[in-house]
């Protein structure tokens, strides 16, 4: 058997642009013929995968799955919303989610983990791509955990159970009533969903950020030409309202409008019969951060036909 040198390796990612660790697989099946390498690439849907790689992947689905006293949100993304309705697809994001409670948050173990049928997920992600036909990445992940309470789920625009486009865990540490806790905690998911809060309270706020918007808060109030005692007064009162918009507990609870969710939180101890605290939270949107490419479809038609 030929040796799988790294210069055999370079030269058959520069053929195919599958990964290193694919051409090494590749060459290794085949005793090191790049020809005969470059086919296995292919008949695994290893090289399609990659001609896609750079294909901008920003629709697709977000996971939600929670089990006992911890939960798990996954987002994979793919090029088009059609994907997202396919039930293949839909059916190996619910698989991830559910793997993913053992990952913990961690996207290179849940990546590596093993895939029902055989594989990691990360093998499986690339053959859904040469199978569908579209770029596709397993984006991140995000888990969270309570010693006893509840962790509390909400998926919005699902296209299918625990599949949608903002997934929402909220950790709810209690010792009270279960069903009430549940039943608060999925009211206090929507609220993130719609609210889009940051963190969980002002303590939480990282302290660069906190002295960046109070720098601003300060000039915007001294342009005024008001005297420093009165702008650190306006400069207070405007923290006050940045705290509404980023922290949690500040923010005003859109269930009812009219309470602090600190104090929904607060009501809620009381009705579950002992009190609660919101030890975390995670918020997906699909596609959040991912910069859009725009697109002329007319284009892409005709260069499909070769036009």
């Avoid at 790049?34 to 399609?48: P, S």
């Avoid at 602090?260 to 009381?270: D, I, L, M, P, S």
């Avoid at 939270?281 to 036909?305: I, N, Y």
Wanted: aromatic share 4%.
């Amino acid at each position: 058997m030929a040796e799988i040198t790294a210069a055999l390796v370079k030269e058959l990612r520069g053929n195919t642009g599958a990964g290193m660790m694919d051409c090494k697989k590749a060459l290794t099946e085949t005793a090191g013929d790049v020809e005969a390498a470059i086919d296995w690439l292919r008949k695994n849907g290893l090289a399609a995968a990659a001609k896609k790689a750079g294909r901008v992947a920003a629709e697709g689905l977000v996971g939600v799955v929670t089990e006992g006293n911890h939960g798990a949100l996954v987002e994979v993304n793919s090029e088009t919303d059609f994907v997202a309705r396919n039930e293949a697809f839909q059916d190996f994001v619910s698989q991830v989610a559910t793997l993913a409670l053992e990952a913990g948050g961690d996207l290179e173990a849940l990546g590596a983990a093993t895939y029902p049928g055989g594989g990691t997920v990360g093998e499986a992600l690339t053959g859904m791509i040469g199978t569908i036909g579209e770029n596709m990445s397993l984006r991140r992940t995000a888990a969270l955990r309570v010693s006893q309470g509840v962790i509390a789920a909400y998926v919005h625009n699902q296209a299918a159970p625990g599949l949608g486009k903002i997934g929402v865990l909220v950790a709810l540490e209690s010792a009270g009533d279960a069903d009430k806790l549940a039943a608060f905690g999925r009211q206090l998911a929507m609220h993130v969903a719609a609210a889009a809060p940051q963190v969980v309270s002002a303590e939480d706020v990282d302290a660069t950020a906190l002295e960046r918007e109070r720098s601003v808060l300060a000039e915007q109030a001294r342009a005024s030409g008001k005297p420093e005692d009165i702008v650190e007064k306006m400069v207070q009162g405007r923290l006050r309202k940045y705290y509404e918009e980023v922290c949690l507990l500040d923010q005003s609870f859109v269930i009812d409008s009219e309470s602090k969710v600190r104090q929904a939180v607060e009501a809620a101890g009381e009705d579950a019969g002992a009190p609660v605290a919101v030890t975390g939270f995670h918020r997906f949107q699909l596609g959040e951060g991912v910069e859009r490419v725009g697109s002329d479809f007319a284009a892409e038609v005709a260069a499909t036909l070769g036009q």
